[in-house]
């Protein structure tokens, strides 16, 4: 089914961006997991850190490729080769801008499509922002994030 594209700030990965990007990699040939480096929003990560913490965590995903873009998403998707725009909906919150979004994006390069995946039930709740503020807070972040997300985080908020 071609290549796909799942764009996003992955500040940091999360259980319900992995199960997206793992959902992906079985429809789609090959997926590119993409990196927004977006100035408009202050990062706890580096670009650097969250392109490593995806490399770690998809490792064992032979088609899925990690890349970071400043820029416009869809001239990334072309310089990738890639038709198609994978974006993950929680909940209806989502959906307004989301679907801003696709209409902009299909406005600037009809050729590329964007496809929504419904997140796993158990994920619905999960979002980096929560992640950084429950370890901010000192709590546990067991269960949303994997092993290696976590270790950064505990270095990261200790700093
Ligand atoms: P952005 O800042 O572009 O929204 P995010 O890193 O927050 O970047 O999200 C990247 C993508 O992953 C988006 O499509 C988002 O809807 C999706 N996503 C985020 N959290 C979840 C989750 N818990 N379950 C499913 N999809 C998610």
Redesign the pocket.
């Given at each position: 089914m071609g290549h796909a594209i799942v764009?996003?700030?992955?500040?940091p990965v999360?259980f319900?961006?992995l199960?997206?990007i793992q959902r992906a990699s079985t429809i789609f040939d090959r997926v590119t997991v993409a990196v927004?480096a977006n100035r408009a929003k202050a990062p706890l990560f580096s670009i650097e850190e969250r392109t490593e913490m995806l490399r770690e965590v998809c490792s064992d995903l032979g088609n899925v490729a990690i890349g970071s873009f400043e820029g416009l998403l869809v001239e990334y998707a072309r310089e990738c080769g890639a038709t198609v725009i994978v974006?993950?909906?929680?909940a209806v919150s989502?959906f307004e801008y989301e679907l801003q979004m696709a209409h902009m994006n299909r406005h600037l390069s009809p050729d590329v499509e964007t496809v929504f995946m419904m997140?796993?039930t158990e994920?619905?709740y999960?979002?980096?922002s929560i992640v950084k503020e429950i370890a901010r807070l000192g709590g546990s972040v067991e269960g949303l994030v994997p092993k290696s997300v976590r270790e950064r985080l505990r270095q990261k908020v200790a700093q």
């Open positions: 764009p996003g700030s992955f500040d999360t319900g961006h199960d997206i927004v974006r993950g909906l929680r989502d997140t796993g994920h619905s999960l979002s980096s």
